[in-house]
């Protein structure tokens, strides 16, 4: 059974004067243990997927489905990582962290055991009483992905996670992600990525499902064969990249 069934998907947004489909027809799947990126143009619909997948959103068509169960609002053993940090910030990071496990009504010393596992996964400790504005923008997404990680979700799902980053932050956030990834003591078995980067998402990705531009269909799904670590210089890396980079222009 895969981990994630997306099935027939659409999703139209209708007014009294129109409606506008951003998603058409839309499969695919993630088995257990997949790291999958979605790429494609601005406004192809990846990041409605996402939040579709999560229960922020429903399909208008199709269905969604989570270990075999139809994805029907927030579910357990999901998660997501947004773009913009989405940090509270009148609480510290220890508060922000939390914030999905106080929702769960777990008790204060257990959830802040847990907070702190997570903070020092994603090289935090020390930081658990400054506030958002104390921190860098790399060090406010470690925040965020500390959070989706304290609920110890088997699938991990990333908006665009590292588009506000100088490239050297983004590129050292990549390489610990991988690491929290692929360490077998961490509950994480999947990630779903939507990216805008085409090189991150073959540096990163089993999987690299190629959106076309608005309203959205698969048009490749393309699989990474690429050894780990991967290195962007690699004449093989290369390839795979101006593979798909043909196939969207």
């Known amino acids: 059974m895969a981990l994630l069934d997306i099935k027939n998907v659409y999703k139209t947004y209708s007014d009294s004067n129109r409606s506008l489909t951003v998603i058409e027809d ?20 990846k990041s409605t997927i996402l939040r579709m997948v999560v229960g922020l959103d429903k399909p208008s068509q199709g269905s969604i489905f989570y270990r075999g169960e139809q994805v029907n609002g927030v579910m357990d053993k999901m998660a997501i990582v947004f773009q913009s940090f989405a940090l509270l910030p009148w609480l510290t990071v220890m508060g922000n962290v939390v914030l999905g496990l106080e929702a769960k009504g777990i008790p204060r010393v257990e959830r802040e055991k847990i907070a702190r596992k997570y903070i020092d996964k994603v090289g935090l400790d020390g930081f658990e009483e400054a506030y958002p504005r104390e921190l860098s923008r790399g060090m406010k997404q470690r925040v965020g992905i500390a959070r989706a990680l304290t609920v110890e979700p088997e699938l991990l799902c990333m908006d665009e996670p590292f588009s506000g980053l100088d490239a050297f932050t983004a590129q050292n956030l990549r390489e610990e992600l991988l690491d929290l990834w692929l360490d077998t003591s961490l509950p994480v078995k999947s ?8 090189e991150e998402a073959v540096f990163m990705a089993d999987r690299v499902i190629v959106f076309s531009k608005r309203p959205a269909k698969i048009i490749a799904d393309v699989k990474i064969e690429l050894p780990r670590p991967r290195n962007m210089k690699d004449e093989a890396f290369a390839k795979v990249t101006d593979k798909i980079y043909s196939l969207l222009f």
Not at 191 to 198: D, K, N, S
């Open 26 to 45: 839309i499969s695919f799947s993630i088995a257990k243990g997949e790291f999958v990126c979605l790429v494609g143009p601005s406004g192809s619909g």
């Open 191 to 198: 990630v779903l990525m939507v990216t805008h980067g085409i």
